[in-house]
């Protein structure tokens, strides 16, 4: 099965603070997107990406920057974390439209 | 408005019962992936369908896109089965839309 890995996989950070959580994925997939999981709302999407250097906008976007720095990398940015982006975050990839998602471990990251 | 609903919202089982689990979709979707969320958060894959039934052990799923739902079968159900069920509908490019999903309880 493709492997996703994310890191880091835990994170503890304060209101305004800066964050960047990391997904790799070394099977070639076109396709990666980030999401986040509340009790109540399930997985949610916040941004994916077709490719090295695109970016779309995903359901729930506000708060959060991502990129796609090559192939293999998708990074999600809190630049000014607070509290309401307390969750459970994974990452996802997949080869093309009509295929499989992969989902990474996730990072589980506590704003205070 | 969701898209993806899931029923029921959590179910209880003895060891070697089984039972389905349902998601309903509001609009048309092209696929359907179903997936297994254990005690430590991963998400586990079970199925992807665009259409028919697909089977791998004691899990049996189908996905009917005319009528827009999909079902999963537990047979013969293992304490192992524990956990939160989550369908997700797959529409192209754009990412999954994921149900609130079914809690499993599986009880010796």
């Known amino acids: 099965e493709a492997a996703v890995t994310q890191s880091p996989r835990n994170k503890v950070t304060v209101t305004g603070g800066n964050v960047t959580l990391s997904c790799r994925q070394t099977n070639s997939h076109n396709y990666m997107y980030w999401y986040r999981q509340d009790t109540g709302h399930g997985l949610r999407l916040i941004h994916y990406s077709y490719g090295a250097g695109n970016l779309q906008i995903g359901d729930v976007p506000d708060g959060y920057k991502a990129t796609r720095t090559t192939q293999e990398d998708f990074f999600l940015l809190l630049e000014l974390a607070s509290p309401s982006q307390t969750s459970l975050y994974f990452c996802a990839s997949r080869p093309g439209q009509q295929d499989t998602q992969y989902f990474g471990p996730g990072t589980r990251l506590l704003v205070l | 408005g969701d898209q993806v609903e899931q029923s029921p919202s959590a179910l209880s089982l003895h060891e070697g019962t089984g039972s389905a689990l349902r998601c309903n979709f509001t609009?048309?979707?092209?696929?359907v992936q179903w997936f297994q969320q254990n005690s430590r958060g991963s998400l586990i894959n079970l199925f992807y369908?665009?259409?028919g039934t697909k089977e791998n052990g004691r899990l049996k799923s189908t996905f009917n896109s005319k009528e827009s739902y999909s079902t999963l079968h537990i047979r013969d159900a293992q304490l192992e089965d524990s956990g939160t069920y989550f369908c997700a509908a797959a529409n192209y490019a754009q990412g999954l839309t994921f149900g609130l999903g079914t809690r499993v309880s599986v009880f010796p």
């Open positions: 609009t048309t979707m092209r696929a």
């Open positions: 369908l665009a259409s």
